[in-house]
């Protein structure tokens, strides 16, 4: 990723409203994760060892998520809504 806003948009398409895991979160959700995941990342009482910021990848996305998850409350959606999601008749 380039830039902040480029992760929170990539984060937004999977989590954000019509994305692949649909929570209907908001941008600025994601952007308030993104900086606690961070935020996390550098305070010794709080970071994994080894956790590091991966420039904007997938594991940065999924530990965002957790973080959305965590938060705000979001859980994804049922077996037989992704299902339905995914129908292509």
Not at 42 to 71: C, F, H, K
Request: aromatic content about 18%; some cysteine.
């Amino acid at each position: 990723m380039h830039n902040f806003q480029e992760f929170v948009d990539y984060v937004f398409s999977f989590y954000g409203a019509g994305g692949l895991y649909d929570f209907g979160c908001s941008k600025e959700e994601i952007a308030f994760a993104t900086l606690k995941y961070l935020d996390d990342l550098e305070n010794p009482d709080t970071s994994v060892p080894g956790m590091t910021w991966g420039n904007g990848d997938s594991l940065d996305r999924e530990r965002v998520r957790d973080y959305l998850m965590e938060i705000y409350g979001y859980e994804y959606a049922s077996q037989q809504d992704r299902v339905n999601h995914f129908d292509i008749r």
